[in-house]
């Protein structure tokens, strides 16, 4: 006999099947005029598990969002740390061209970790 494995999504699907059940029951004992009533207030319970759902998705993203920023930061920050120095290295003694190559080099690693980071 195989188990069954509940996840939060689960949880939350039987806590909809019991509020079914009970909408099914109210109607049932209060008869079809309260049909309006019963149906409204099975549906304001939709919406909050509705939004129950979007509030948790939107929490994951915004955590991701924070660290990869934070990550970013740990790669921008030296990159321009080293990089003023190295600009004014290389355009003191190479010139103009001295000047791009670093220029260059600090978009190729910045565009590079960008890229492996997606």
Do not use: C, H
């Not at 000047?99 to 190729?108: C, H, S, T």
Request: proline content about 2%; charged content about 25%.
């Amino acid at each position: 006999m195989a188990k069954k494995t509940r996840s939060k999504g689960s949880a939350d699907a039987d806590g909809l099947k019991d509020e079914l059940g009970l909408a099914v029951s109210a109607r049932r004992e209060l008869g079809a005029q309260y049909d309006d009533e019963v149906v409204e207030a099975l549906a304001e319970r939709i919406d909050s598990l509705i939004d129950k759902r979007v509030q948790a998705a939107l929490g994951k993203s915004r955590k991701k969002s924070k660290s990869d920023a934070k990550t970013f930061l740990a790669v921008a920050l030296p990159t321009m740390g080293l990089g003023i120095p190295l600009l004014a290295i290389g355009a003191g003694t190479v010139g103009a061209g001295g000047f791009y190559a670093v220029l260059a080099m600090i978009f190729l690693i910045n565009g590079m970790w960008l890229l492996r980071s997606r």
